[in-house]
């Protein structure tokens, strides 16, 4: 597989659920990031991992917990979500944290309800 | 504060004609910018790039213009294909800095 690649590709969830989506990109890129798409919205970003660490958080919240286990894993947990979080996440990787030569996933379409 | 601005949601050209999308942005500080294409259930995918060094960068049938003064970017496709429909995205960011979105313009190229 190449590029950036995100599953599952749909998901619908309760408020109560715990679920998980996940990213893996075969670029060799040292950055991963995560963003979500709302209708009519620009593209927010919502976390940055550069070699596995974290280093921003755009004041996302608790709901939502990253975890990059390695360069090439990128997952965001999900709990006690809203339905206002319905939205489209994409998963994102570069060869920095720079950002430039940015490849996007395909995205998770997430329904809460 | 939405420091990039793509005003116009959506755009309707003929087949064959030249497609101009605009983008507007705040912040003074961005050098770099980005054009990204949307196709529906999938992510967005690099078009086209411009730094603040250069007013106009050119790539087949894509053009990026960067007026700095106006702080204004403009994407030119020429001609417009019916495969060149899809959501177009621009984007801003400032040394290196994370990337502003703008909220895309929906092109549709009619045959």
């Known amino acids: 597989e190449t590029g950036v690649t995100q599953t599952p590709r749909h998901l619908v969830m309760g408020m109560t659920n715990k679920k998980s989506l996940k990213c893996e990109q075969h670029?060799?890129?040292?950055?991963m990031y995560w963003y979500k798409q709302s209708a009519k919205k620009p593209l927010e970003l919502m976390f940055v991992y550069s070699l596995e660490e974290r280093v921003e958080n755009n004041s996302v919240p608790s709901r939502f917990s990253p975890e990059c286990p390695n360069s090439s894993h990128l997952f965001l947990h999900l709990h006690t979500l809203q339905p206002e979080d319905s939205a489209l996440y994409l998963c994102?990787?570069?060869?920095?944290?720079?950002?430039?030569?940015?490849?996007f996933g395909s995205g998770t379409r997430l329904t809460v309800v | 504060d939405q420091q990039v601005k793509q005003n116009s949601p959506s755009l309707s050209v003929q087949e064959g004609r030249i497609s101009i999308l605009n983008c507007d942005y705040t912040n003074s500080m961005f050098d770099y910018f980005l054009w990204y294409k949307k196709y529906p259930a999938e992510g967005p995918t690099f078009l086209i790039s411009?730094?603040?060094?250069?007013d106009k960068n050119e790539d087949g049938r894509f053009t990026v213009f960067l007026n700095k003064s106006a702080k204004h970017l403009s994407l030119h496709i020429v001609p417009s294909q019916p495969g060149d429909s899809a959501v177009y995205f621009c984007?801003?960011?400032?040394?290196?800095?994370?990337?502003?979105f703008g909220t895309g313009t929906s092109l549709t190229v009619i045959p």
């Open positions: 411009i730094s603040s060094i250069k």
């Open positions: 670029l060799g890129h040292n950055a």
């Open positions: 994102a990787s570069s060869p920095s944290v720079l950002g430039r030569g940015i490849t």
């Open positions: 984007a801003a960011s400032a040394y290196g800095n994370q990337f502003y």
